[in-house]
């Protein structure tokens, strides 16, 4: 168990180590190393986990201790300047497997090397950033005037840092894009305008390790590591109590988001596919008019003077005809009432909602979007849907904790977060956003 012990710790720190951009071959062995400080007392480590597997080796305080020294959140170089720790990066997000990383939020402090920080943005790239339809700035807006850095990462930089360090490229990445990450084919490389500094942290405070994977626990989360060959590569980071979905918990899921439901013989919408008819990063992102698009029930409107004032609004699509001979029916939904679903499920009401949804990929082409009129007189939204398009979500996978669950169909990730009690949506996205 000794020799275990030994070349575990040692296979680790190679990974840890290298990580935080020293050779493994200029790093002290183990009895030449600085003292590491250890707070904790002689004659105790750190409390092993209940469920400790067999054969596995507790990590001790000293390795508990070279663990957190090796996943600092950023460290200061000799000219005084914090750079964040490129290992932090697996930090930034939540993920089941090494494919399920986000890979806006991997890169959002992400450091390329100091002597190659990735190069500037020339005139062509920013050209073609302004052109990109998730562009999140002015696009006459000269690059000189950016009121915020942009970041370049080359594809190649990073397809080799993610395979060292969790055996996949972008290519294998299925996770959506939850910030502002830009690609360009053109230059294979990617973009972001970060402009804090808000490196992922972890902080490991118990964990254990056998031949072929590794378990830390810290800062209410759990890191796994699994060994291919003679390395060490992330494989998940997830909420701490975090539970794959059961078959049986997929099937109560897809349940609850049939798209129909029956009631004294008669056929409605799911109120719950409202929530899925369109894609948000988080609630405020949501289309308002996809969501009402058949939000029910609805009320009758109370006569010619609203469809008067309906008709003299912006955007009104049917001309100059009276209300007997509208092709399509008006759906009027009371403003309490749609501030009342929206507050019991996403936590928020209308007035929280961006003027711009989510407009990034899939959008367009998912979306139930459709002309939606406010008259804030009446306090009411109306609509003129005469089809059946309710919003569609099958779950195939998925895992929840105390806090979050994240739910997976062949197609998008939906994500919910527990608050006081109570499921919120929190996001809605479709995988593979490059």
């Not at 964040?84 to 992400?110: G, H, K, M, R, V």
Request: one cysteine or more.
């Amino acid at each position: 168990m000794k020799e275990q012990r030994i070349l575990a710790t040692l296979l680790l720190l190679a990974l840890l180590l290298t990580a935080c951009g020293q050779k493994a071959e200029e790093t002290p062995p183990p009895e030449e190393a600085p003292p590491v400080e250890d707070t904790a007392p002689e004659t105790k480590g750190p409390e092993n986990p209940p469920d400790l597997p067999e054969g596995a080796a507790a990590l001790t305080a000293e390795e508990v201790n070279r663990v957190n020294g090796a996943f600092l959140p950023y460290f200061t170089d000799e000219k005084n300047v914090s750079r964040a720790n490129p290992l932090s990066a697996f930090f930034t997000c939540f993920y089941q497997t090494p494919e399920e990383i986000d890979l806006s939020a991997f890169l959002a402090y992400w450091p390329l090397p100091e002597e190659d920080d990735g190069g500037t943005v020339s005139q062509e790239e920013y050209a073609a950033l302004t052109g990109l339809e998730a562009w999140d700035f002015e696009r006459d807006r000269p690059q000189e005037d950016m009121p915020v850095p942009i970041h370049r990462y080359p594809g190649d930089r990073v397809d080799a840092f993610l395979t060292e360090y969790a055996g996949v490229t972008t290519e294998d990445l299925a996770a959506p894009w939850t910030s502002g990450l830009y690609y360009l084919e053109a230059f294979q490389t990617y973009y972001n305008t970060t402009s804090d500094f808000g490196p992922g942290v972890f902080r490991c405070e118990s964990g254990w390790y056998t031949d072929g994977e590794a378990r830390l626990a810290g800062s209410n989360t759990v890191l796994t590591l699994r060994k291919q060959e003679d390395r060490w590569l992330f494989q998940s980071f997830l909420p701490e109590g975090a539970v794959p979905l059961t078959a049986e918990e997929i099937t109560r899921v897809n349940g609850a988001f049939q798209p129909f439901i029956e009631r004294d013989g008669v056929s409605y919408v799911n109120p719950l596919t409202c929530l899925v008819s369109c894609y948000y990063r988080w609630p405020e992102e949501l289309d308002l008019s996809a969501f009402l698009r058949h939000f029910s029930p609805g009320e009758e409107i109370s006569g010619e003077a609203e469809f008067q004032a309906l008709k003299a609004e912006e955007g009104w699509p049917f001309g100059d005809l009276s209300l007997d001979r509208m092709p399509v029916p008006i759906h009027k939904y009371l403003r309490a009432d749609v501030d009342a679903c929206l507050k019991e499920h996403m936590g928020i009401t209308t007035e929280y909602l961006d003027f711009s949804p989510y407009n990034g990929s899939g959008a367009r082409d998912y979306s139930r979007s459709t002309t939606l009129l406010c008259l804030p007189e009446y306090g009411a939204y109306y609509n003129f849907v005469s089809d059946m398009d309710p919003g569609w979500f099958e779950c195939t996978s998925g895992w929840y904790s105390e806090d979050t669950a994240c739910l997976m169909s062949d197609t998008s990730v939906l994500t919910l977060k527990n608050r006081n009690g109570s499921w919120h949506f929190q996001s809605y996205l479709p995988l593979r956003t490059k």
